[in-house]
């Protein structure tokens, strides 16, 4: 099953403004990572945020995290033509309690940013 | 150079043949994955292996069988091949440390069964 789910499912903005993408996960974790698949190729790690971090920077991402609404945002501000892609949040799956090796991808959100 | 890399980057093919797809990871990390991706972008893990060793078997048809000759490779023979079977595989690496998991990922094989 699907431990995140993004949200919107789709997301059309214009170059230049600020891009939030929601994730909401159903059980507890240690960490969460966002991750972004521009069309025909693979995902690419951007950021992983911790259990006991709330927000956290790397260049124009911003993400934040909710352990008690079990919610995490990225923003993306200042957004670009290059931006566009799909995002997904990705957390542990259960057993990764023991291998620390699964996790679980949510079903992304997918940008287009209009020049 | 391309840190995860699989062949073939696409592969069609008739419904009931036997397939292969290779990957090969450069970058030292001990596990391997391979995850499909369907046609609405869902991803799901199949198989994951560390240092050669089978740690996730998800619920998979048997007719999918991985095979890790070392840790740098983990190869995904499909047998008899199906309509449903159609999709992206993605091969993905990482290094297992505790608390953290970021993964790398392949470039993806697009297999299209006729």
Not at chain 1, 3 to 28: F, H, R, V
Not at chain 1, 81 to 104: M, W
Request: proline share 3%; net charge positive.
């Amino acid at each position: 099953s699907q431990q995140g789910e993004e949200d919107p499912q789709a997301l059309s903005i214009q170059e230049g403004e600020n891009a939030t993408m929601n994730c909401s996960y159903k059980t507890s974790i240690n960490n969460l990572q966002w991750y972004r698949q521009n069309s025909g190729r693979g995902l690419v790690h951007l950021i992983l945020i911790r259990s006991n971090e709330r927000e956290k920077h790397s260049g124009r991402l911003r993400v934040t995290l909710d352990t008690s609404k079990k919610s995490s945002s990225l923003l993306i501000t200042a957004s670009r033509a290059a931006d566009t892609a799909s995002y997904f949040c990705a957390t542990p799956g259960v057993q990764a309690l023991r291998s620390a090796s699964k996790i679980i991808f949510g079903s992304g959100t997918r940008l287009s940013i209009r020049p | 150079d391309t840190a995860v890399s699989q062949t073939p980057k696409y592969l069609v093919t008739q419904m009931g043949n036997d397939k292969s797809i290779k990957c090969e990871q450069n970058l030292g990390h001990d596990t391997m994955y391979w995850y499909k991706q369907d046609s609405k972008k869902f991803l799901k893990i199949m198989f994951s292996y560390n240092n050669k060793e089978l740690i996730i078997n998800e619920t998979v048809p048997n007719r999918f069988s991985p095979k890790s000759p070392d840790k740098a490779h983990l190869n995904l023979h499909i047998n008899s091949l199906e309509l449903g079977d159609s999709a992206v595989y993605f091969c993905a690496s990482s290094h297992k440390r505790e608390g953290r998991n970021e993964q790398f990922f392949g470039p993806g094989t697009r297999l299209t069964v006729l």
